[in-house]
Every structure is written in C-alpha cells, then in structure tokens.
C-alpha cells in the first residue's frame, strides 16, 4: 500500500516534531541496550545467553532503523481518516522494509524485530501530536 496523500497540515513545525519523535525513539533503543547490568541479555558489560549478538550489533541496528522512523510518523500522520486495518496494512510494508536494514545491518541477526514492531506502531500513533501542533500554530 503506497502513502497516504500528503496532508496539507505537513508543515516545518510537523517535520521538526518528526524528527524529533523519531530521534527519541532512536535514542531509546540505545538506552535500552546500554543499560547495564541487565542478566541474560546483551549489555555493555557482556552478550549474556546471546552468544550470536554483541553490543555492536544493536548499535548498528539502531542507526540502521533510525532513517525508518520517520517514515511511520508521516504514515500515521497522513492516516488519520483511514480505518485501523487499512493503516496496519500501510505500516507493513514500511515495518518490513525497516527489518530488511536492521537484518542487512546486522548480517541476519535479529537485534531489534520487536522495537520495530513496537515503535513502529507508536511513532505512526504520535499522528495526533503532529497533526495537533501543526493546526494549532
């Protein structure tokens, strides 16, 4: 399914919130994997049970996503009207294509499917903060 229509609410102030958003999501990633200790699971201090991952390997991943939010902003901000279904199968292609990079960033290994999946579907959710500040300025 290809974009919605761009909506004549896109303003400088929306781009600048969409990229703001992202950049938090991007950051969170990061966060989540820096924090230390976290038993079991790959931290800066070690892999844990994940003997095919190494902190490197989220850290790439994480740039390789960062260019993807964005694009689930601007999705969901130009998918207000459209019914939930229609948006999930919009977002699809864009999740699945954010996953090719995060797996070619990462020589197959699976760092970050779930953040996808997850902020994929709150950034296209933070529609209703774009679309509000760019009307109410």
């Given at each position: 399914?290809?974009?919605p229509a761009t909506s004549t609410k896109t303003t400088k102030l929306a781009t600048s919130l969409i990229d703001e958003y992202a950049l938090l999501g991007w950051r969170a990633m990061l966060t989540e994997?820096?924090?230390s200790p976290k038993p079991g699971?790959?931290?800066?201090?070690?892999?844990g049970a994940h003997k095919d991952m190494a902190l490197e390997d989220f850290h790439r991943?994480?740039?390789?996503?960062?260019g993807w939010l964005p694009r689930f902003i601007e999705f969901?901000?130009?998918?207000?009207?459209m019914a939930p279904e229609a948006v999930l199968?919009?977002?699809?292609?864009?999740?699945?294509?954010?996953?090719?990079d995060m797996f070619r960033a990462t020589a197959g290994v699976n760092t970050h499917k779930g953040s996808i999946f997850s902020l994929g579907l709150?950034?296209?959710?933070g529609k209703l903060a774009v679309c509000f500040?760019?009307?109410s300025r």
């Open positions: 399914m290809s974009m994997v820096n924090l699971l790959v931290d800066r201090i070690n892999c991943s994480a740039l390789a996503i960062q969901g901000a130009c998918s207000a009207e199968n919009g977002l699809r292609p864009i999740g699945m294509a954010c996953e090719g709150l950034c296209a959710a500040s760019s009307t």
